[in-house]
């Protein structure tokens, strides 16, 4: 298709696992935005990448959390030893140009992670 | 303090009834301001963005203060299908070049 594609939809993790969320940005588009959104909030940003650099990862709330986009396309975002408080919907989002630029961020359909 | 605030919400107006939205944001040097809307479990879209001057799309008018630190969405003559989660959000402390900052939402429900 032609937006952003997260997959899996929905995961559910034992507490202690570690999950791999996935996104696959907008052909072309080179930045790509990870967002945290917990029920009844807002999306909080977690890092940011342009093409493969990773500019910012000021949001990923411990060591625990990880991303990388290796070929400045595909993102993977990995949680380490999943905690209770990890439970939310993880959203990619890509923008054609650097940064958030005219403000247009395009959101996949989000990975919603529960952890038992 | 949180760097996007909103108004709590819900708002429960009827078919037609006008409705504002306001938002403040901490960091004086936001350059870039934008509202998207979020329907109820669906991803955040882009909704318009707001200029210095105001401006206007269709029903929707957007709002910016920046003397104040504050930012406004009004709608008129709401319609059912605007029933959703207005989101307020500003750019980072990279400016164009860095994310964006969401506010937590302010739910409005439309009724007939």
């Known amino acids: 298709g032609a937006g952003v594609s997260q997959s899996p939809r929905y995961k559910v993790a034992k507490r202690g696992q570690d999950v791999a969320l996935r996104c696959d940005p907008i052909?072309?588009?080179?930045?790509l935005f990870w967002y945290q959104q917990a029920l009844g909030q807002g999306p909080e940003f977690l890092t940011y990448?342009?093409?493969?650099?990773?500019?910012?990862k000021s949001g990923l709330p411990s060591d625990r959390f990880f991303a990388e986009r290796p070929e400045g396309s595909v993102s993977t975002l990995k949680i380490q030893r999943t905690q209770q408080e990890d439970s939310a919907v993880y959203l990619c989002?890509?923008?054609?140009?650097?940064?958030?630029?005219?403000?247009?961020?395009?959101f996949g359909e989000g990975s919603r992670l529960t952890v038992l | 303090r949180k760097e996007v605030e909103q108004d709590p919400g819900p708002f429960n107006v009827p078919e037609g009834a006008t409705v504002a939205f306001n938002c403040t944001y901490s960091?004086?040097?936001?350059?870039?301001f934008f509202w998207y809307r979020q329907d109820c479990r669906k991803e955040p879209k882009l909704l318009m963005s707001?200029?210095?001057s105001g401006n206007e799309d269709g029903r929707f008018t957007a709002q910016l203060n920046r003397a104040s630190q504050y930012i406004s969405l009004l709608i008129r003559d709401s319609k059912l299908s605007d029933s959703a989660t207005y989101l307020c959000?500003?750019?980072?402390?990279?400016?164009?070049?860095?994310?964006?900052?969401f506010g937590k939402g302010t739910k409005l429900s439309v009724k007939p």
């Open positions: 989002a890509s923008s054609l140009g650097g940064g958030s630029g005219t403000g247009e961020l395009f």
């Open positions: 052909s072309g588009h080179v930045s």
């Open positions: 990448f342009q093409n493969e650099a990773q500019l910012d």
């Open positions: 960091n004086s040097a936001s350059q870039s």
């Open positions: 707001v200029y210095s």
């Open positions: 959000v500003v750019n980072g402390y990279g400016g164009s070049q860095g994310n964006l900052i």
